[in-house]
C-alpha cells in the first residue's frame, strides 16, 4: 500500500500545524522546569477494549467510553463535546498498534498519537469527512514553523471496518503501517527533521482521542482541514477501538529527563521494574472453579471424603430425628387413647349408678294419668 495523492501534499500538509492544539497538551514540561520522572512501560502488551480498562494504566480525561463487544466506541454525544483517554505509562521508543473505525461527520477528528512531555508527537489522524483516507504527521518538541511533515494514505472503508494502524519508532527512523503494509518511513537524519532537531526521541504517551474541530472560533486553516463545521443534528459521532498492542523498546522502570536539550541521549532509564509491568503481570482473583482446579488430587480425595462423611452424619441425625418424632408421637396417642377409656369407663359407672338408684327406680313405674 502506497501514499495516495501525493501531487497535493504540500497544499494539504500546510493545514497540518492546527491539528494538536485542541486535544493534546502536557502537564509540566521538562525543558522549561523540573518535572517527576515518566513512569514506563517496560514492557509489551495488547489490551483489548471489549472489557473496562484498568484505571491505573490508563485514564479517561474527557468523555467516556461505551464498551461493545467488538471493543470501546468513543462517541462525541452532545455539541462540542470531545472523548480523550491517555495512558499513565510512557514509552521511550517502541511500536504502537491500534485496531481501529474512524468516525464519520464533517468536522470530526479520531486520532491515535504517541506524545512526549515535551511535545514530541507521532501521529494517526482521521478527518471525518473522508472515510477512505489516513494521515500520518510528526512533530519535534511541538515546533510547527514548518507545515511538511504530513503524509496521506489510502484506506477502504475506514469507518465500517477496523484496519490496523501500526506506529513502528527507534532512535534511526519512523515507521507508518497500514494492515501489515509499510506506508510511510521517515529516517532521523534527513532534511524533513531538520536533520534531527524536528525528530521525535523523547518518552511518549499514547493518546486516543475523538473530538470536533469543526467549531465556532477555529482558524480557518482547522476548519478547512476538518471539512467544514460540525453538523450537530448528526450527533453521535463514533470511532470504536478494538485493541492497541504497545511495546517499550526498554525495561526499565522510569524515565528522567536530564537538562533541556531533549534529545534521546539526556534521556535516563532508571533501572527495574515499572509499576505497569507490576499491574499487568498482577495476577487476577481466582474463581472458585479455579481454586479448585489448583487443589491436588489429594487435596480432591479429602474433600470428598470429608463430604461424604458430614453427609452421612446428616443423614443419620435426620434418620434419628424422624424415629424420635415417630416414637414422641406413638407415646402420644397412647396416653390420648387411655386419657379417654378412663372418662368413658367413669361415664359408664355413673350411668349404672344413676339407674340403679332409688329416684332411677320410681320414674321407671307405670304411673297412671289421673
Known sequence: MTSWFPFILVALSTLLSFTTAEYTGTDCNPLNKTCDPDAALGTEHTWLFNSTLNSELWDMRTGTLDYTSEGADFTIKTENASTLLVSNFYIFFGVMEAHVKMAKGAGIIS??????DDLDEIDWEWVGY????????FFG???????????YHAVSNADTEFHNYTSYWDKDRLEWWIDGDLVRTVNYSEP?????KNYPQTPCQVKVSNWPVGVKGQSTGNLEWG???VN????????????????????????KYSGNTGTYESIEVVSGNSTAKTVINKKPAETLAQKWDDLGNGAHIGVYCGAAVAGALLIGAFTWFCVRQRRDGRLQRALDDGQHGEELTALADNKMRWRSSEIFLQNQKYQPVP
Open 111 to 116: 486520532s491515535v498519537i504517541l506524545q512526549s
Open 130 to 137: 473522508n472515510t477512505s483516507g489516513v494521515q500520518s504527521d
Open 141 to 151: 518538541k511541538g515546533n510547527t514553523t514548518t507545515s511538511d511533515r504530513g503524509g
Open 192 to 196: 524533513l527533521t531538520v536533520y534531527g
Open 227 to 229: 471539512g467544514g463545521l
Open 232 to 255: 450537530w443534528t448528526n450527533v453521535p459521532f463514533t470511532m470504536s477501538v478494538q485493541k492497541i498492542r504497545v511495546q517499550d523498546f526498554h525495561s526499565g522502570k522510569e524515565y
